[in-house]
């Protein structure tokens, strides 16, 4: 009779596996995530005075919100802002936040928790009253078990969320203040994988096959051991790929690390261009039955540094081409939106991107999971600073502390990830000049090592090679080089080279056995549509020390010819054209891709954003990313600057970007004024002609055939306004967007390059208007208005559908113009 049972028991477990298996060979895995959005029906408050008691009382004012939530952003633009204009001269403050919920009665053996993606800064969070715990860090996630203090039916249960962002300055650049990240319910059987539980890494991988090792923590929290099946399960495109099943006993209160191997045949390898991804399903059965189930997506690739080569993937020698981000999303702020996000990747994959540096601290894991989906090369980074601080209230404050935790925890969310290739410890440490800095490097470098050992350490030095430099000319002397401490330690993988661009090409004479990665470049400033002649002299930008060449308008304005640097940096071609020479530069960053809020340079009200960006705060290319994009993409270009409206017989430079052709011509209204070609290393051509108005036409031909044509015509009185929308058609789903760009045109349909007319909006719908920009980096205008004056012909409004289809109707208008409507679809 015993054994019958067994048998039983035996054939009531297969069927359970097999169901499973035969669920997911007809198409999708069914799987039942174990966590929720956390999101909608927060209360929130602010307190406005750090000087008030920091309690909260019946007294206490509230307003409800859904998350992600950033209440700096909110706020008005303040030049004598604790936060500075670093901070983006908006203030953090004091805030709360408090949601009540049910949790189900059936739901009482289970383990609830609450994760929260990310909350700047110093969270505490209290339960029903009970005290859960401080997070300092507001860039990484962490997570609280509720279970023991719940209310369980009918009952309610009171969540409350204090974060305190009110000590000013503690950020070099815009944080943002609030949760502003993803928060999450999540139940699970007391016998689960643990969070962050599942490491996928791939070894011999090769055409016909690729072996798959997961590494995967069990935790049991039941009070008596647990015998359980662990089946994992891969997945390609919701077919079934392979599987492997195995027993183990896990003792009560413990947790169990369990190590498998899956052989997957005729791999399909993840790449920039196919970023193809594979995902794996762990399940937990217990007594026949499954208890937990946990998804994974990682990628089957390989890929190595090469001392000569440069970056290797997959056999073919890649060159990076990569470009730093702050984690703002301009006008929305530091509040977290994945659409937001992805359309700020296809703008810069449609430049030829494909590398991101989270700069200077650990991302979203939206942005992540973008980066795997859409392929990018990704130097995931952790801190801005050590011990020693870079401003008064920093992260160096909890350092001792916090920096073991905060490092694990971010190598163990992100490690699965096949977008990532690079971990960076650190951004312009200051330590990097002495021993102390390299004892923390190494103990950095080491908790890395131990829980990922796949990919390379590096730090972004500045720089990792010190050295002699004229500051006008730019002329190195190799002579008088000498290294920082750091980068001679060995405690890195690769040498990090933030700006030095000059001492590029003596990489391997300088670090013969170490690998090169340029980690911030550039550093050069425009603002979109603004032109200044010469355009052909190099500019070093006033900062906030005294240099012996400096220059600037009264109106904050920069060239948009790529002529503008910082004194630490170079202009964007100097620096392209030494990484593109060199096949063992691995590739490079540059500082930045779009626009951020704070860090300004000139480093001084007005200025309250970034002039680095290649894209302004709205996503609105500047000239030189065409450069980019006739050089780092196989799409034809021809690129034609500045515009068309000067004054009578002004002498004006116009440029061209181009590719996929030997020359370009250039015609004012029919009459050529010139055939150009690019010398030697050009990357632009040049023609200098007295200004009429009319029709600047360009044509590229190679072999003396036409490749591409472009025109810029004189405009002439602004008359109208024209509405596009990124997309026409999104999603109810409450969170969705559509950004909508808005061109001042005349009545010939011209865009007006100078118009800078104020536009108000209207929406109509089960929606709303959640930012305006122009991409000015002096505006001081709200972004969360529902009016914005124009930059040189553009304006920015974003759109969030509400949770219900149906139609949203935007309406744009402005004093003396015609007015504009469009259509924009809910589903």
């Known amino acids: 009779m015993k054994n019958q049972n067994n048998f039983l028991k035996i054939m009531i477990f297969i069927g359970v596996i097999s169901a499973f298996a035969f669920n997911a060979k007809k198409g999708k895995p069914e799987f039942t995530s174990r966590k929720t959005k956390f999101n909608t029906g927060w209360n929130f408050h602010?307190?406005?005075?750090?000087?008030?008691?920091?309690?909260?009382?019946?007294?206490?004012?509230?307003?409800?919100?859904?998350?992600?939530?950033?209440?700096?952003?909110?706020?008005?633009?303040?030049?004598?802002?604790?936060?500075?204009?670093?901070?983006?001269?908006?203030?953090?403050?004091?805030?709360?936040?408090?949601?009540?919920?049910?949790?189900?009665?059936?739901?009482?053996?289970?383990?609830?928790?609450?994760?929260?993606?990310?909350?700047?800064?110093?969270?505490?969070?209290?339960?029903?009253?009970?005290?859960?715990?401080?997070?300092?860090?507001?860039?990484?996630?962490?997570?609280?078990?509720?279970?023991?203090?719940?209310?369980?039916?009918?009952?309610?249960?009171?969540?409350?969320?204090?974060?305190?962002?009110?000590?000013?300055?503690?950020?070099?650049?815009?944080?943002?203040?609030?949760?502003?990240?993803?928060?999450?319910?999540?139940?699970?059987?007391?016998?689960?994988?643990?969070?962050?539980?599942?490491?996928?890494?791939?070894?011999?991988?090769?055409?016909?096959?690729?072996?798959?090792?997961?590494?995967?923590?069990?935790?049991?929290q039941y009070a008596a051991s647990k015998s359980a099946t662990i089946l994992t399960t891969i997945f390609k495109n919701d077919t079934k790929v392979a599987s492997v099943t195995q027993n183990i006993p896990i003792a009560a209160n413990a947790n169990q690390v369990l190590n498998q191997e899956i052989i997957v045949k005729n791999p399909i390898l993840w790449s920039i261009e196919k970023p193809e991804l594979y995902t794996t399903i762990t399940t937990i059965v217990i007594n026949n039955t499954i208890v937990d189930e946990y998804k994974t997506t990682f990628g089957i690739r390989n890929f190595k540094f090469d001392l000569d080569k440069g970056f290797i993937l997959n056999g073919k020698q890649v060159k990076i081409k990569g470009v730093c981000m702050h984690h703002d999303l301009g006008p929305l702020g530091s509040a977290i939106n994945t659409r937001a996000i992805e359309r700020q990747l296809e703008i810069l994959k449609g430049m030829g991107v494909n590398g991101i540096r989270t700069s200077h601290n650990p991302p979203a894991p939206e942005l992540l999971d973008l980066c795997d989906k859409m392929g990018f090369i990704v130097m995931d980074e952790a801190f801005d600073m050590w011990k020693k601080a870079k401003t008064k209230y920093d992260y160096s404050q909890y350092w001792d502390q916090w920096h073991a935790k905060d490092l694990q925890d971010q190598i163990l969310r992100d490690r699965n990830h096949p977008s990532i290739f690079i971990w960076s410890i650190g951004n312009e440490i200051p330590e990097q000049w002495s021993e102390e800095g390299v004892i923390i490097a190494k103990e950095l470098?080491?908790?890395?090592?131990?829980?990922?050992?796949?990919?390379?350490?590096?730090?972004?030095?500045?720089?990792?090679?010190?050295?002699?430099?004229?500051?006008?000319?730019?002329?190195?002397?190799?002579?008088?080089?000498?290294?920082?401490?750091?980068?001679?330690?060995?405690?890195?993988?690769?040498?990090?080279?933030?700006?030095?661009?000059?001492?590029?090409?003596?990489?391997?004479?300088?670090?013969?056995n170490v690998p090169f990665i340029a980690t911030e470049t550039t550093s050069a400033l425009e603002t979109r549509g603004?032109?200044?002649?010469?355009?052909?002299?190099?500019?070093?930008?006033?900062?906030?020390?005294?240099?012996?060449?400096?220059?600037?308008?009264?109106?904050?304005?920069?060239?948009?010819?790529?002529?503008?640097?910082?004194?630490?940096?170079?202009?964007?071609?100097?620096?392209?054209?030494?990484?593109?020479?060199?096949?063992?530069?691995?590739?490079?960053?540059?500082?930045?891709?779009?626009?951020?809020?704070?860090?300004?340079?000139?480093?001084?009200?007005?200025?309250?954003?970034?002039?680095?960006?290649?894209?302004d705060l709205a996503g609105f290319p500047k000239d030189v990313y065409y450069m980019y994009q006739s050089e780092w993409t196989d799409k034809t270009v021809l690129h034609l600057f500045p515009h068309w409206n000067w004054k009578e017989g002004q002498n004006v430079d116009v440029w061209a970007y181009y590719n996929n052709a030997d020359a370009v011509e250039l015609f004012l209204n029919g009459k050529s004024v010139g055939v150009r070609s690019k010398k030697g290393d050009d990357l632009h051509v040049i023609w200098s002609i007295p200004f009429q108005a009319g029709t600047l036409k360009?044509?590229?031909?190679?072999?003396?055939?036409?490749?591409?044509?472009?025109?810029?015509?004189?405009?002439?009185?602004?008359?109208?306004?024209?509405?596009?929308?990124?997309?026409?058609?999104?999603?109810?789903?409450?969170?969705?967007?559509?950004?909508?760009?808005v061109a001042i045109l005349d009545a010939n349909g011209v865009l007006v390059p100078n118009a800078n007319n104020e536009i108000e909006f209207s929406l109509k719908g089960n929606g709303k208007i959640i930012g305006v920009c122009s991409g000015d980096p002096v505006s001081h205008e709200s972004y969360k208005g529902t009016k914005h004056t124009a930059l040189n012909g553009k304006c920015l409004v974003v759109i969030q559908a509400g949770d219900q289809a149906g139609k949203l109707e935007l309406t744009a208008s402005a004093k003396g113009l015609q007015s504009s409507t469009t259509t924009i679809t809910i589903k």
């Open 46 to 220: 602010l307190n406005d005075s750090i000087k008030d008691q920091d309690t909260i009382n019946k007294n206490t004012t509230w307003r409800t919100l859904n998350l992600p939530h950033d209440w700096s952003i909110e706020g008005e633009f303040d030049e004598k802002s604790p936060a500075g204009y670093g901070g983006g001269a908006l203030n953090g403050g004091l805030g709360w936040y408090k949601k009540t919920f049910k949790i189900p009665l059936e739901n009482k053996e289970k383990i609830t928790t609450i994760v929260f993606d990310g909350v700047y800064r110093n969270s505490q969070v209290w339960i029903n009253g009970h005290y859960l715990g401080k997070r300092p860090n507001g860039f990484i996630g962490f997570q609280y078990d509720l279970s023991p203090y719940l209310n369980y039916g009918d009952k309610i249960n009171e969540l409350i969320v204090k974060v305190d962002n009110s000590k000013q300055p503690n950020s070099r650049w815009y944080s943002g203040s609030g949760i502003f990240r993803n928060v999450w319910l999540q139940t699970t059987d007391k016998l689960h994988v643990e969070q962050w539980g599942t490491y996928v890494t791939t070894s011999k991988v090769t055409s016909k096959s690729a072996t798959v090792h997961l590494e995967t923590t069990i935790k049991n």
């Open 445 to 512: 470098s080491a908790i890395v090592k131990k829980l990922d050992t796949t990919r390379l350490v590096t730090a972004a030095m500045n720089p990792a090679v010190n050295m002699n430099i004229d500051e006008i000319t730019l002329q190195f002397e190799k002579s008088k080089t000498y290294f920082n401490a750091l980068a001679t330690s060995g405690a890195l993988d690769i040498i990090g080279y933030n700006y030095a661009h000059q001492t590029f090409e003596y990489h391997q004479e300088n670090f013969p």
């Open 530 to 615: 603004h032109y200044e002649f010469p355009s052909d002299t190099i500019k070093v930008w006033p900062v906030r020390w005294d240099l012996p060449f400096t220059t600037g308008n009264a109106d904050y304005t920069v060239s948009a010819f790529d002529q503008v640097r910082a004194p630490w940096g170079s202009t964007h071609e100097a620096t392209w054209k030494v990484i593109k020479k060199y096949d063992f530069l691995a590739g490079m960053y540059i500082w930045t891709g779009f626009d951020y809020i704070g860090e300004p340079t000139p480093y001084e009200w007005p200025s309250i954003s970034s002039y680095f960006g290649i894209v």
């Open 698 to 741: 360009a044509v590229s031909r190679k072999n003396g055939k036409i490749v591409m044509e472009t025109e810029i015509k004189t405009a002439k009185t602004p008359a109208l306004l024209k509405l596009t929308a990124d997309r026409n058609t999104i999603n109810a789903d409450g969170n969705d967007l559509s950004f909508v760009t």
